[in-house]
């Protein structure tokens, strides 16, 4: 069982930057890798990035890529998203989630992930 706590939302205007980060506890290790997904009314669930707890192997959404950077720190068991240079179209519910999956080309993919916090609400304004 593992508990996810998301947190670092709010209202930024376009270009600004904002830090998510989301805090894991319970059975960690169970974990390979933590990603980061988004969300908005009437729209699919997005990926955004992921990065493995071990190699610190990251992916990135082509979207985000250049603007975004994933990082972690085992020792406190917290994933963080820097975001920065953020646009309108970034707007969403962002989520964390955990997964098992050791493949780097499946972390796109929702169905992977065990374990979803809340999410955290980011609202950019142009």
């Known amino acids: 069982q593992v508990h996810l706590v998301e947190s670092g939302g709010g209202s930024v205007q376009a270009g600004g930057s904002l830090r998510l980060s989301c805090a894991a506890s319970?059975?960690?290790?169970?974990?390979?890798?933590m990603g980061w997904f988004r969300q908005t009314p009437g729209k699919e669930r997005e990926f955004v990035a992921a990065?493995?707890?071990?190699?610190?192997?990251?992916k990135y959404a082509d979207s985000v890529k250049g603007r975004f950077i994933i990082s972690r720190d085992n020792a406190k068991r917290t994933v963080y998203l820097q975001m920065n240079s953020l646009k309108p179209e970034d707007t969403a519910v962002y989520y964390c989630?955990?997964?098992?999956?050791?493949?780097?080309?499946?972390?796109?993919?929702?169905?992977?992930?065990?374990?979803w916090g809340q999410g955290t609400q980011v609202t950019v304004s142009s």
């Open positions: 990065i493995s707890w071990g190699s610190g192997r990251t």
């Open positions: 989630a955990a997964t098992q999956e050791l493949n780097g080309s499946s972390w796109h993919s929702g169905d992977k992930y065990d374990a």
């Open positions: 319970g059975r960690t290790f169970r974990a390979y890798a």
